[in-house]
């Protein structure tokens, strides 16, 4: 079973700066699309970002359009979220996701990811 390991949370105060990264376990992962979404302890999961893995198409939730950067390093099999300017709202467990089979219209969609990691803690506080 694939699974995706997430790196890079941790404190940060408001206005600050963290970057998270995401490898799957293994290289011949299949997927067409990678995310991430964040969920806090008192919402749903929601979408941060996501990007094609082929090609460079990206989509970002307007919570975060201009503050975070989704990117891929083909080469590396990672993906990174670049996160500035992060605010309290910004706290939350961001999970990375991948998919074989995702169409533009779903890059938002949770249930349309296949693969999953277990999440790691940002913490925005003052």
């Known amino acids: 079973q694939v699974q995706l390991a997430e790196s890079g949370g941790g404190l940060v105060q408001p206005g600050g700066s963290l970057r998270l990264s995401c490898a799957p376990s293994?290289?011949?992962?299949?997927?067409?699309?990678m995310a991430w979404f964040r969920q806090s302890p008192t919402g749903e999961r929601e979408s941060v970002a996501a990007?094609?893995?082929?090609?460079?198409?990206?989509y970002y939730s307007d919570t975060v359009k201009g503050r975070f950067t989704i990117s891929k390093d083909n080469a590396k099999n990672t993906v990174s979220l670049q996160m500035n300017n992060l605010n309290l709202e910004d706290t939350a467990v961001y999970y990375c996701?991948?998919?074989?089979?995702?169409?533009?219209?779903?890059?938002?969609?949770?249930?349309?990811?296949?693969?999953w990691g277990q999440g790691t803690q940002v913490t925005v506080s003052s």
């Open positions: 990007i094609r893995w082929s090609g460079s198409n990206t």
């Open positions: 996701a991948a998919g074989p089979n995702i169409i533009q219209s779903q890059l938002r969609n949770p249930s349309a990811y296949y693969y």
């Open positions: 293994e290289r011949a992962v299949s997927r067409n699309a």
